[in-house]
């Protein structure tokens, strides 16, 4: 019965909320982040087409231009746009399956499926493999001039972080998942230290954060990067555990599970944490 009237509760707030975002700029008032968990979003800005609820585009510093959406069933879409490549990123809270789509003209799209009721899978066409049982079919598939341009894009920005060429912003999260996101493309290929480097990068940001900000109230940024965190060290053991293996094919199978478990929960907790700045941290 509880369930219910919290389900009813949230359920308002969202009605609430998109009511907010289509009101006039003036009569809005800041909705912040509550007991719903998936729900507790902000107003969102600007209205879109048919089958969402809200849209945005935008720029994200180092890596381009980005455009973000959330549908009416509060699934999320982002998209970087760059030179020869299109990415795109979804996820579906009622199942929680997170999809990477990667584009470019005259391919065939590279599509890398994360959860829901199939599992972990990469499609190109008619090409499908499904588990991490075979590292050199998987890595056959994440190939093509799109999946290098997005790797490039992805490289450059990681290596601008090295060097410190961008403070931390409030959207770190979505450029977090993109960053995340081309690492283990990376690792697809044949680079097992990709998805380290990236995690690396992205928990030494927030654990500088976390302890700059340990008296101030959370919000749900700083809940989805230490829930990163969390799952990081899931991430860690599980590869200690990988690495135990006496097989070689055994030890990269194992090890390309670990990264698809830790992928799957990092993009999808993005997806559940960052409702209420997935639009608005967004810049023009």
């Known amino acids: 019965m509880a369930v219910r009237q919290v389900g009813k509760v949230c359920a308002a707030l969202v009605v609430a909320v998109l009511m907010l975002a289509f009101a006039p700029a003036g009569a809005r008032a800041s909705v912040g982040s509550g007991p719903c968990g998936e729900t507790g979003m902000a107003p969102l800005p600007l209205a879109s087409g048919k089958g969402q609820a809200a849209s945005r585009s935008g720029r994200i510093p180092g890596l381009g231009s980005v455009a973000a959406s959330i549908d009416w069933d509060n699934g999320k879409q982002l998209t970087l746009a760059g030179e020869g490549f299109r990415a795109t990123r979804t996820y579906t809270p009622l199942t929680r399956e997170v999809e990477l789509t990667i584009a470019g003209s005259g391919e065939t799209p590279l599509v890398v499926r994360f959860g ?3 599992g ?9 493999v499904r588990g991490t049982t075979d590292p050199l079919a998987i890595a056959l598939l994440a190939s093509g001039q799109a999946v290098s341009a997005f790797r490039e894009r992805i490289g450059n920005y990681e290596r601008r972080l090295m060097a410190g060429a961008w403070p931390a912003r409030v959207d770190d999260p979505h450029a977090d998942g993109f960053l995340l996101a081309g690492a283990f493309l ?3 290929a044949g680079d097992p230290t990709a998805v380290g480097r990236a995690r690396d ?4 940001r927030i654990r500088g954060k976390v302890r700059a900000v340990r008296f101030q109230f959370k919000d749900c940024v700083t809940d989805y990067e230490l829930y990163l ?6 991430r860690t053991n599980c590869l200690e555990a990988a690495n135990s293996r006496d097989s070689w094919y055994a030890r990269a199978a194992d090890r390309l599970g670990c990264e698809v478990e830790f992928m799957a929960q990092a993009l999808a907790g993005e997806g559940q944490f960052v409702s209420c700045t997935a639009l608005g941290s967004i810049t023009g």
């Open 120 to 128: 972990f899978s990469v499609t190109k066409g008619t090409q499908v």
């Open 116 to 118: 829901g009721v199939e």
């Open 229 to 234: 965190l969390e799952i990081d060290e899931q």
């Open 186 to 188: 990376s690792s697809l």
């Open 201 to 204: 990068l992205i928990t030494r």
